[in-house]
């Protein structure tokens, strides 16, 4: 069962909580993330706390599972939010005013008091352009 192992490691309830809260659902992830980044786990437990929690999961973590924690790449995280261009792009200006012009044509649509087949096609037909639009978008800024 998960973080079942946490209870075998002999540590205060508060800091077994402490521990669960990283959601290292095996004692091999939390010897993972504690070898990687020692220094947040000093931080949180303090040294004595986080060298005796090295020590017990060297213990109950296989040799083998250990051998292949060190053969993984490095770790590289992304650090801060990605942010869109300081200069909007023309492609991206195009489909920003196109977007805005489908989104005024629906809302007019859906508050007109008519009830017709053509309007529910138009308004379906604007829904579909306006979804297109947004995924031409999307995929442009990916790139």
């Known amino acids: 069962m998960a973080y079942e192992y946490l ?3 002999d540590f205060p309830g508060e800091i077994q909580n402490v521990l ?3 959601g290292a659902r095996t004692p091999g992830a939390l010897l993972s993330m504690l070898e990687y980044s020692r220094d947040k786990f000093v931080r949180i437990l303090g040294d004595e706390q986080t060298a005796r929690l090295h020590d017990a999961l060297l213990k109950i973590v296989p040799a083998e599972e250990r051998e292949k ?3 993984l790449p490095e770790f590289k995280p992304y650090m801060g939010a990605m942010l869109p261009p300081e200069v909007e792009s023309a492609q991206n200006a195009s489909a ?3 977007r805005d012009q489908l989104m005024d044509e629906i809302k007019s649509l859906r508050e007109s008091d008519d009830q017709t087949p053509d309007k529910a096609k138009k308004l379906e037909g604007l829904e579909q352009q ?3 639009v947004l995924k031409l978008t ?3 800024t990916r790139q």
Request: aromatic fraction near 0%; proline fraction near 0%.
């Open 7 to 9: 209870k075998n490691l």
């Open 20 to 22: 669960q809260r990283l």
């Open 69 to 71: 924690l060190k053969d």
């Open 96 to 98: 920003r005013n196109q």
């Open 130 to 132: 306006l979804r297109d």
């Open 138 to 140: 999307v995929a442009a």
